[in-house]
């Protein structure tokens, strides 16, 4: 985890991008104090992993009611998570639309900020309440037994009693990150982020993911290694570190609590994980993007690894340690390493990604090879796989 200088907001200056680009300041970190930034780095990495593993299970539900649906001929459960499957006909599009995004925060933050703000207020708002209902579901259940309870309201008609306390837990967790703008709620709003995004939005093979990927990873490395021969300055680190005006202050200001205005603090918007340094002196900032990107293909394997144990391809644990799933936790932990010495021994920003994408996809297929899958894997179908009962030994 690269440190960070500390300012008058603690964070401003020396950090990441939204997509991944990492920085630790003008000179490199060796020795001793390396060895502690590395302590901090892995703290940060676990910290990351155990939210692509939250994301992958919370979406795992659905995933088998769809796929038992689809096997006995039923129709789907009601209500499924809605989703949105990637495609490579894409893999121009999002660099090229995430490119004009970054230049008109970058041009027009100012004007923007305000909108931005309640913008991401009310997603990650939305965001919080998705991720924590079935923490809610449980607690309802266990502490009063309640399992379909509803409320009717006159326009909205019956709610879930679930769903009334986890939007309060939405509402209250974004609410409170506005009035205090604290570091560790804003790393409780980027949780929440990317639970919502992983489990809406759907990789449906590791053909796609290369395709998209790379084109992400060129798009990374340009914006963090080039971008400051043309416009004079690093955009993609100069958009992430903006802080944006707080709404509750702004909303003060007009109508008249200038008291309450000027207490506000400038915020800094859902986009990125914070963290202090718990063994070196420093803070450290993480693009969510760095965790969503190889959330997508951890979310995949797993699907993928359930498929085929569906089928009875799956082996003996001896024979079959490192699923497709661990080896794509294990493939970015790898990269997030790779970065993170490399800002700190050489003293530069670098694109993430450049790290992450190669260590993610690449001991998939060779994993895949090893077993036989590779065809399975790229395209994302197992209907073609030589099957294996599941007690063969």
């Given at each position: 985890?690269?440190?960070?200088?500390?300012?008058n907001?603690?964070?401003?200056?020396s950090?990441?991008s939204?997509?991944?680009?990492?920085?630790?300041?003008?000179?490199?970190?060796?020795?001793?104090?390396?060895?502690?930034?590395?302590?901090?780095?892995?703290?940060?990495?676990?910290?990351?992993?155990?939210?692509?593993?939250?994301?992958a299970?919370?979406s795992?539900?659905?995933?088998?009611?769809?796929?038992?649906?689809?096997?006995?001929?039923e129709?789907?459960?009601s209500?499924?998570?809605?989703?949105?499957?990637?495609?490579?006909?894409?893999?121009?599009?999002?660099p090229?639309s995430?490119?004009?995004s970054?230049?008109?925060?970058?041009f027009?933050?100012?004007?923007?900020?305000?909108?931005?703000?309640?913008?991401?207020?009310?997603?990650t708002?939305?965001?919080?309440?998705?991720?924590?209902?079935?923490?809610?579901?449980?607690?309802?259940?266990?502490?009063?037994?309640?399992?379909t309870?509803?409320?009717?309201?006159?326009v909205l008609?019956?709610?879930?009693?679930?769903?009334?306390?986890?939007?309060a837990?939405?509402?209250?967790a974004?609410?409170?990150?506005?009035?205090?703008?604290?570091?560790?709620?804003?790393?409780?709003?980027?949780?929440?982020?990317?639970?919502w995004?992983?489990?809406?939005?759907?990789?449906?093979?590791?053909?796609?993911?290369?395709a998209?990927f790379?084109?992400?990873?060129?798009?990374?490395v340009f914006w963090?290694?080039?971008?400051?021969?043309?416009f004079?300055?690093?955009?993609?680190?100069?958009?992430?570190?903006?802080?944006?005006?707080?709404?509750?202050?702004?909303i003060?200001?007009?109508?008249g609590?200038?008291?309450?205005?000027?207490?506000?603090?400038?915020?800094?918007?859902?986009?990125?994980?914070?963290?202090h340094?718990?063994?070196?002196?420093?803070?450290?900032?993480?693009?969510?993007?760095?965790?969503?990107?190889?959330?997508l293909?951890?979310?995949f394997?797993?699907?993928?690894?359930?498929?085929?144990?569906?089928?009875?391809?799956?082996?003996?644990?001896?024979?079959?340690?490192?699923?497709?799933?661990?080896?794509?936790?294990?493939?970015?932990?790898?990269?997030?390493l790779m970065?993170?010495?490399?800002?700190?021994?050489?003293?530069?920003?670098q694109?993430?990604?450049?790290?992450?994408?190669?260590?993610?996809?690449?001991p998939?297929?060779?994993?895949?090879?090893?077993h036989?899958?590779?065809?399975?894997?790229?395209?994302?179908?197992?209907?073609?796989?030589?099957?294996?009962?599941?007690?063969?030994?």
């Amino acid at each position: 985890m690269p440190p960070l200088t500390k300012g008058n907001n603690d964070l401003v200056e020396s950090a990441a991008s939204m997509d991944g680009a990492l920085f630790s300041g003008p000179k490199p970190i060796m020795g001793w104090r390396l060895c502690l930034v590395m302590l901090d780095e892995c703290i940060m990495m676990a910290f990351c992993v155990l939210t692509i593993i939250a994301a992958a299970e919370r979406s795992m539900p659905e995933f088998k009611q769809k796929e038992e649906a689809e096997k006995t001929g039923e129709k789907p459960p009601s209500d499924p998570i809605p989703t949105f499957q990637l495609d490579a006909s894409l893999f121009l599009v999002i660099p090229i639309s995430f490119s004009a995004s970054l230049l008109l925060f970058f041009f027009f933050f100012s004007q923007l900020e305000f909108i931005m703000a309640i913008y991401i207020s009310a997603f990650t708002m939305v965001a919080v309440a998705f991720s924590v209902q079935p923490i809610c579901s449980w607690l309802s259940y266990v502490l009063c037994g309640l399992t379909t309870a509803s409320v009717g309201f006159p326009v909205l008609g019956e709610v879930a009693v679930t769903t009334l306390i986890s939007s309060a837990v939405g509402v209250f967790a974004v609410l409170a990150w506005l009035v205090t703008a604290h570091w560790i709620l804003l790393d409780v709003l980027g949780i929440a982020l990317v639970i919502w995004m992983l489990c809406h939005i759907k990789l449906p093979s590791i053909r796609v993911a290369t395709a998209l990927f790379v084109s992400l990873m060129i798009y990374d490395v340009f914006w963090v290694f080039f971008s400051e021969r043309i416009f004079h300055k690093n955009v993609m680190m100069d958009v992430a570190m903006k802080q944006a005006s707080n709404p509750v202050g702004v909303i003060a200001n007009k109508v008249g609590l200038p008291e309450v205005a000027k207490s506000s603090p400038k915020i800094m918007l859902p986009g990125k994980f914070v963290m202090h340094g718990i063994f070196s002196d420093g803070s450290g900032v993480l693009g969510l993007g760095d965790v969503f990107i190889p959330g997508l293909i951890a979310c995949f394997t797993r699907r993928f690894d359930h498929t085929l144990q569906c089928i009875g391809r799956e082996r003996l644990k001896k024979n079959r340690v490192i699923t497709y799933f661990n080896c794509s936790l294990l493939g970015f932990c790898a990269g997030m390493l790779m970065s993170t010495l490399a800002v700190l021994m050489y003293g530069v920003a670098q694109p993430a990604l450049l790290y992450i994408v190669p260590t993610s996809i690449i001991p998939l297929l060779l994993v895949s090879i090893h077993h036989g899958e590779t065809s399975a894997l790229w395209h994302g179908d197992c209907s073609h796989i030589q099957v294996f009962p599941v007690h063969q030994t």
